[in-house]
């Protein structure tokens, strides 16, 4: 499985973005799909997954902002983020568990100014 995260940039405090997670092949049959971030000097934390049935769980510091989605027909998983902050900015990492296997994207950088 490969992932293709993209679709962060460089937004003011309040604004929207939604990061966009491109896999190879078919999703539908990922048990677990996650979006996770990091800054430098910290570990990477997750902050939203998503079950195949689309059971969905959000991290505290961003329930009510950020959304997860996931589309089995284009194959994608989104992070929908309102009301972005400064802390928000990170590179943001989409993540698959698929035959216990881990596969991680890229990364993509969210800058959000102040």
């Known amino acids: 499985v490969q992932l293709q995260a993209s679709g962060g940039g460089l937004v003011q405090a309040g604004e929207s973005l939604r990061l966009s997670c491109a896999a190879s092949?078919?999703?539908?049959?990922?048990?677990?799909m996650s979006w996770y971030r990091q800054t430098p000097g910290k570990q990477r934390e997750v902050v939203a997954s998503i079950t195949a049935r689309g059971t969905t769980n959000v991290v505290d510091i961003v329930k009510g902002r950020f959304t997860i989605s996931r589309d089995n027909i284009k194959n994608a998983v989104y992070l929908s983020m309102n009301s972005l902050k400064p802390e928000d900015t990170a590179v943001y990492y989409c993540?698959?568990?698929?035959?216990?296997?881990?596969?991680w994207g890229q990364g993509t950088l969210v800058t959000v100014s102040s």
């Open positions: 993540k698959a568990i698929y035959s216990g296997m881990v596969y």
């Open positions: 092949g078919s999703i539908s049959t990922i048990p677990i």
